[in-house]
C-alpha cells in the first residue's frame, strides 16, 4: 500500500505506521515524541483510512478523529492512503529513518547517576546534530529515545547521555546494569524535529540554550555543529542541576569557550550554596544575563517544566515564537514493561 503527501507517494509496508513510511523514504514530517503525547506529528488524512492504533485521547480528540485528523506516528494506514500537513512543509527531504546495528564501545560514569555510552555503528548514520534515536531494550522488545550528543560528521558513533531511572526497564535494569562493552544493540533512527537548521538555512544568529540534567545532550552536538559553521558566533549554554555531583562535560565545555570568544558556558545548580558556580534555575540565570533576545534562537531540553520556564523567559526578552525549539523529556522510562 502507498502512503501519498504533496508530490511525494512512498510505500508502507505491513504494521508501519505513516511517519514510519514517510520517515524511512526520507520524506519530512513534523515529529517529536513518536509516542503520541506531543501532537507535533498530526496531520489530515485526505483520502483512504487509517487505524488509529493507540492514539491517546488527550493528544486526539473524537472531534478531530472524525473531523479526518490522525497522529502520524499511531496511525497506520487501511490501504492507499493520502495525507496532508497544515503549512507548506510537505515533500521536503530529510535523513532516512533507519534500523541500525551498534556494538557498545564505551560506558563512562561521568556524574551522580549519569553514564555517556558510547555505541559504534556498523554502518554510518546520517543524522542532524539534536535529534534521537530509539533504542531496543535487549530481553523486553521495549523502545527508548535517547539523543545524540555528537555532531553529524562523527557519523559511526553514537554519543547518548543517560540518567538512571529507578526501576526504569532501559536505564535502570540495562544501561545502569547489565550493558557490557562489546554488546550488540539495535536501534532505530534518527527522529525528531529538535536539530540544528541546515547549514543554508542558519544565517549565524546568536544562540542561547537551556539543558536540564541529561538534556544537555543534543545541545552539546548542536553548540559544537553551529560554532563550526560560525566560529565567531555568540552562543550561550546554560546547564541546570541539582548540585555539583550532577554536573558532567564542564571541562570539555570550557575547553570549547576556550577556543571561541563568543561562546560561553554557565552551569547553574538549584540545590547547592557555597559554590563557585552559579545557583538557581538556568531560566532565570538567562533573564539576569541576556536584556535582549531579539533575533536570537532559543534551544531548551529537559523536563517539561522547565522547557516551559524556558519558553516563558524567551518571550519575555522578546526572542521570536519560531525561533523557539524545544525538546521535553518524556517519561517513557519510569514504565516497566
Ligand atoms: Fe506523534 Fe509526538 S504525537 S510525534
Redo the contacts with the bound molecule.
Keep these: 500500500m502507498t502512503v501519498t503527501i504533496g508530490e511525494r507517494r512512498v510505500e508502507a509496508a505491513a504494521g508501519q505506521t505513516v511517519?514510519e513510511a514517510l520517515l524511512r523514504a526520507g520524506v519530512w514530517m513534523p515529529?517529536?515524541?513518536?509516542?503520541?503525547?506531543?501532537?507535533?506529528?498530526?496531520l489530515q488524512v485526505v483520502a483512504g483510512a487509517v487505524d488509529h492504533g493507540d492514539s491517546p485521547l488527550d493528544?486526539l480528540t473524537p472531534d478531530e478523529r472524525a473531523a479526518g485528523l490522525a497522529?502520524?506516528?499511531?496511525a497506520r494506514p487501511c490501504g492507499d492512503t493520502e495525507v496532508a500537513l497544515r503549512g507548506d512543509v510537505a515533500g521536503r527531504t530529510t535523513h532516512p529513518l533507519r534500523d541500525l546495528v551498534a556494538t557498545v564501545v564505551a560506558v563512562e560514569d561521568v556524574a551522580r547517576d549519569t553514564r555517556r555510552i558510547l555505541l559504534g555503528l556498523d554502518e554510518p548514520l546520517a543524522f542532524s546534530a539534536g535529534q534521537y534515536v530509539e533504542l531496543v531494550v535487549p530481553g523486553s522488545g521495549a523502545r527508548r529515545a535517547y539523543s545524540l550528543a555528537n555532531t553529524a560528521d562523527e557519523d559511526k558513533v553514537l554519543e547518548l547521555h543517560v540518567r538512571r531511572v529507578p526501576g526504569g526497564v532501559a536505564s535502570d535494569r540495562w544501561l545502569f546494569g547489565s550493558v557490557a562493552v562489546g554488546e550488540r544493540v539495535r536501534a532505530t533512527g534518527p527522529l525528531g524535529d529538535f536539530h540544528v537548521p541546515a547549514t543554508e538555512e542558519d544565517d549565524g544568529e546568536p544562540m542561547v540554550l537551556i539543558g536540564g540534567g541529561t538534556g544537555l545532550a543534543p545541545l552539546v552536538g548542536i553548540v559544537r555543529t553551529a560554532l563550526e559553521r560560525h566560529p565567531g558566533r555568540e552562543v550561550l549554554l546554560f546547564h541546570g542541576v541539582r548540585g555539583r555531583a550532577d554536573l558532567y562535560d564542564v571541562g570539555r565545555l570550557e575547553e570549547l569557550a576556550g577556543a571561541h570568544r563568543g561562546f560561553r558556558f554557565v552551569p547553574v545548580l538549584s540545590e547547592e550554596q557555597g559554590t563557585p558556580h552559579r545557583t538557581g534555575f538556568p531560566t532565570d540565570a538567562f533573564l539576569d544575563d541576556v536584556p535582549s533576545a531579539r533575533g536570537w534562537s532559543g534551544w531548551l531540553c529537559g523536563p517539561p517544566p522547565m522547557v516551559e520556564a524556558g519558553v516563558r523567559a524567551f518571550k519575555r526578552r522578546r526572542m521570536a515564537p519560531r525561533l523557539i525549539h524545544r525538546e521535553k523529556f518524556t517519561p517513557a522510562d519510569d514504565q516497566e514493561s
Design positions: 511517519l515529529n517529536s515524541c513518536n509516542q503520541g503525547t506531543c501532537g507535533t506529528c498530526k493528544t497522529l502520524a506516528c499511531q
